[in-house]
Structure formats: structure tokens, C-alpha cells
């Protein structure tokens, strides 16, 4: 953290001189960075946001409450504003999730929900798979699909390229027919954990459910597809849609001393999966960025423009 910490201060110092001789900037500099390297305070930080009030996810308790304690602790720290910003976020919570290969000795397998989703009938879907490792790949066997779970196998690349099979996957499966489908989990790297996230449905397909299977079972299933073995499953995914819920944006900042209308602004998003801690995604993001405020606070620097540092709710 330290090393981003000292990227996002260098950056701050250097944003307002740009073309600008900055050598009589380097006693600041020096002494920020200095300061960034003796203090864990974004570590603890962290470790309180991720141990007491994990499973941020939006509509929840646990995100209001690590709101009041980021909000009481931003008072601690001095700034020159700390308010808060009333933000309408949805409201959806996970309930049992199972998947089952059905056989002679049947197999339980890992399997999450992803964000959205909508719920199968309590006693589940049951129905063969169609493994495919790209839309192409289903457009061209769409005749295959109809009554089926469509997996979508599709290999890691970027995440911004794989991703958009989480977010679209589930209409393009129920567009070709499927019940159901299961997206392997979108990560490069896995010890058969799936990964959850947020999926959406396009307006004017069915909503079928959607969850995220392990890399291993979907690769699994693949190749017992190749060597021609039928697989079926039943898979339950308990899920529920509430009301839209009022949350909070976080604001704090330290304000400009000659141009205090001109705002640099960094920040990152409080909330994080109801099924982890959300020290990555994006715990350590938001951290970073308020660590950077208190360090500047800290050594009562005077900046002519406003910083502001905004820790958004619902994944802003």
C-alpha cells in the first residue's frame, strides 16, 4: 500500500505545476514521503474496515455502519469537510446455492450466485449442459440450446475483455433457450473458489438465473462435453430483490488556499461482495486515497487548490 501511497501523493503534488519547474518542490516531497513510509495507519485502516465490517454489499447493514465509522474517523483526522452524500443503491441479497451433478454418486460443486441475478424455483433447474467458450460459439449452435444450462468456458484474457460475458451471458443464454447458465469465473488464477460480481439482463430477453462456477468445474465440464458425455445438473440459486435502499457517497477534504474552486479528486468505492471482505475491490483503493489526504493534513500542508477525496457507495 505504501508504494500506491506515495504514487497518489506524488501525483497531487505534481498535478498543479505541470510544465512548471518543481524542484522547490522537494522538501514537500521528501517530507511526504517520509511520512507515508513511517506510518501504517492505512494499514489499520484497512485491516478495521475489512475484519469489522466486511460483505459491504449495497442495501446492507454492513455498509451503513462502516459509512458511520469511516465518516467518525474522518472527523479525527481534521479535514477542512467531511460530509456525506444520500445515494438511492439497489437492494439484492443471496440465499442458498447449490449445484449438483446428477449420477449414480451424485457431486456437489461450488457455485455463487452472481449480483442480480434472479432466482431459480426453490426446488431448482434441472437439465443437461452446453458448454461453449464464446458467443460465437453459441450463435452457431443455438439449436443445441434451447432447455439447456449454457457454461459459458470462456479463458481469462483481461478483465475487461472476459467481463462482458458475466455482465450479457445470462441473455444471451435464455435468447438461444437456455433455463439457466454458468459463467466461469472470471480470474486468471483459481483454487476452485468462483467468483461473484454483477451481471445484468437486457430488456426484452428472459431473466434466467446466473451463477459463476469455479475455472476447474467449467474446463471440467468441457472436456467431458469433447469426449462426448452428456452432464446434467440441478442447480438452486435462492436470490431476492428488495426496494431500492438509501445509502451514502463519503466526501472529505482539505481546501484550496488561493484557487479553491479548481478541485483535484481521487477516490475509490466503500462497498464490496456480500461473500468476502473487500480488501481489494476496493478496501485498499479507498484507503490509499484517504491516507494520502491525512498524510498531507498530517504535516499541515497548504494546497492552493482543493483536494477531495470522494469514497463512493454502490461501486459509484
Not at 511520512?35 to 460483505?55: E, F, V
Request: aromatic residues 6%.
Amino acid at each position: 500500500m505504501k508504494r500506491f501511497l506515495l504514487g497518489a501523493l506524488t501525483m497531487l503534488l505534481l498535478q498543479p505545476a505541470m510544465a512548471q519547474d518543481v524542484s522547490h518542490y522537494q522538501t514537500t516531497a521528501d517530507a511526504i514521503v517520509e511520512k507515508s513510509r513511517a506510518s501504517d495507519k492505512g494499514w489499520d485502516r484497512l485491516s478495521t474496515l475489512c475484519t469489522l465490517y466486511p460483505h459491504r454489499l449495497s442495501g446492507t447493514s454492513a455498509l451503513e455502519e462502516a459509512i458511520d465509522w469511516i465518516v467518525g474517523e474522518m472527523e479525527t483526522d481534521g479535514f477542512d469537510r467531511v460530509t456525506t452524500e444520500e445515494v438511492t443503491v439497489p437492494h439484492w441479497e443471496r440465499g442458498v446455492e447449490r449445484l449438483t451433478v446428477l449420477k449414480e454418486k451424485p457431486e456437489e460443486l461450488a457455485v455463487v450466485a452472481l449480483g442480480g441475478s434472479v432466482s431459480t424455483p426453490a426446488d431448482g433447474v434441472e437439465a443437461e449442459l452446453l458448454v461453449v467458450e464464446s458467443y460465437e460459439e453459441l450463435d452457431r449452435r443455438r439449436a443445441e440450446a434451447a432447455g439447456k444450462i449454457v457454461v459459458f468456458n470462456v479463458p481469462f484474457t483481461t478483465y475487461g475483455e472476459t467481463v462482458g460475458y458475466r455482465i450479457t451471458g445470462a441473455s444471451r443464454a435464455a435468447d438461444a433457450g437456455a433455463v439457466a447458465a454458468l459463467l466461469r469465473s472470471v480470474t486468471p488464477n483459481s483454487l476452485a473458489t468462483p467468483h461473484t460480481g454483477v451481471m445484468a439482463y437486457d430488456e426484452g430477453s428472459d431473466k434466467v438465473p446466473f451463477g459463476a462456477i469455479t475455472p476447474e468445474a467449467a474446463m471440467h465440464f468441457h472436456r467431458l462435453q469433447e469426449k462426448g458425455v452428456s452432464v446434467r445438473v440441478r442447480l438452486i440459486l435462492e436470490t431476492k430483490e428488495f426496494p431500492d435502499a438509501q445509502s451514502r457517497n463519503v466526501v472529505a477534504e482539505i481546501r484550496g488556499t488561493e484557487l479553491p474552486e479548481e478541485v483535484i479528486v481521487m477516490g475509490g468505492h466503500i462497498d464490496g461482495w456480500d461473500i468476502g471482505e473487500g480488501a481489494q475491490d476496493d478496501g485498499g483503493g479507498s484507503v490509499m486515497c484517504w491516507e494520502a489526504l491525512r498524510v498531507l493534513k498530517s504535516l499541515d500542508l497548504k494546497p492552493k487548490r482543493t483536494i477531495r477525496v470522494v469514497l463512493w457507495t454502490n461501486e459509484e
